[in-house]
């Protein structure tokens, strides 16, 4: 199970001083997502993580654009891993911004595509696990959360959704060192702010030490 730290974009030095703080804390990537729509400077400040850190897995969520755009940025700046809210895909199928991101995924393997599925403030999803299953038949690793910012969802929701998918799933709400050891068996990804942060741009190292370790703990999905 690899651990990945969000951080929330307020400044640049700020931004590079978080990326430095989840590697030494032992965190496998990052992802940057700005809440204030100034996207193509993320990515500049993303390009600019992976020179400072090139052994380091950096990802990008752009709130303002499509996945295909957050894609096409990854590509160009050599980082791993996007992030979207909406990559097209549920359990009612997948529209032709899903099927151009799937090949996109089948074309750039070493580019991990986290697709929002049964996610907060989608629509309500009828069958989590079998859109679950439907992003990794994609190619993608399905991302999913509780209801609102900071709630965890349910293990059952977590365990059926992980059995559909074949053990690729990632979680990125509501995670924290005192419940984590209830998700890691099923859980590929953990994307994590709100239960490691001292605020809403800065790390609470001690806690984010304490999440990894435990994390590690508990045999979960490779």
Known sequence: MKILPVIHYIDTDTAIQQVAVARQCGADGVFLIDHHGNDDNLVQVAALAKEVF??????????????????????????????????????????????????????????????????????????PAFAA??????????????????????????????????????????????????????LSHVLVSTGVSVDDYRFDEAKLVELISKSRQTMGPT
């Open 54 to 127: 090139t052994d380091f897995p950096i990802g990008i969520n752009l709130l303002s654009y499509s996945a295909t755009h957050a894609a096409r940025a990854a590509i160009e700046h050599g980082l791993q891993m996007i992030w979207a809210d909406s990559m097209d895909v549920s359990s009612a199928g997948m529209g032709s911004m899903g099927r151009e991101l799937r090949a996109m995924a089948a074309e750039h393997p070493e580019i991990g595509f986290f697709a929002s599925v049964a996610f907060k403030y989608q629509a309500e999803e009828l069958d």
């Open 133 to 186: 299953r439907y992003a990794r038949e994609a190619g993608f690793v399905p991302t999913t959360s509780g209801t609102r910012t900071g709630s965890p969802p349910s293990v059952d929701k977590i365990k059926t959704m992980s059995e559909a998918a074949d053990g690729v799933l990632a979680v990125a709400s509501g995670m924290t060192s005192d419940n984590i050891a209830l998700y890691a068996p099923f």
